[in-house]
């Protein structure tokens, strides 16, 4: 079958079911965070409650998914010190991290969410900022009606076993790589 002909056949019926997922959101493209927020809203329109982590993005920036996230209810914690290559001192960055994950952890834990987002959780787990096996560790103990999603590019191993499921993001082609500045409203 072509890509230009219809399916006529339907995929197999789901066998089993769950109460909670782990949703990986990476690679290179655009779009991690955005599809990340995609869950937020389905979530929050299905009356779940749900947390937001950003480990890089700093809350000075006031992203258009933390504006429109608060409005609907989302705690969202934009913890992060902002991109390494823009921080004067990376040990504040290293230091800020290591509180988000602290407080993620416990946000897991208490199993008070039904969505708790990571975004850009594979940075510092890739930088040897936070351990893996404790992410790891954690995302398995988690109470069962806790879905968690992670995003970023470089993913450990740890992280792609654990997720049931991962989108890999590709960059065919970007503004960025031209010399076009980010837009509001698109890009953040």
Do not use: C
Not at 115 to 122: A, F, I, P
Request: proline share 4%.
């Amino acid at each position: 079958m072509s890509a230009a002909e219809p399916p006529r056949t339907a995929p197999p019926a789901a066998e089993r079911h769950v109460r909670s997922r782990v949703l990986l959101m990476t690679g290179d493209g655009k779009g991690k965070t955005t599809a990340a927020m995609g869950v937020v809203v389905r979530a929050v329109a299905r009356g779940w409650r749900v947390a937001v982590v950003q480990f890089v993005k700093s809350g000075a920036w006031r992203s258009g998914e933390a504006k429109i996230a608060r409005r609907l209810g989302v705690e969202f914690a934009a913890t992060g010190e902002g991109f390494t290559w823009d921080v004067d001192d990376l040990e504040a960055s290293i230091d800020a991290a290591r509180r988000a994950w602290a407080e993620a952890a416990r946000t897991i834990a208490a199993g008070k969410h039904e969505l708790v987002v990571l975004d850009e959780m594979t940075y510092p787990m890739a930088w040897g900022w936070i351990d893996t096996t404790e992410v790891v560790a954690a995302i398995r103990a988690r109470p069962a009606t806790v879905s968690i999603v992670l995003t970023g590019r470089y993913a450990p191993d740890q992280i792609l076993e654990v997720a049931d499921t991962i989108t890999e993001m590709v960059n065919r082609k970007h503004a960025f790589d031209r010399g076009v500045a980010a837009l509001r409203g698109i890009d953040f």
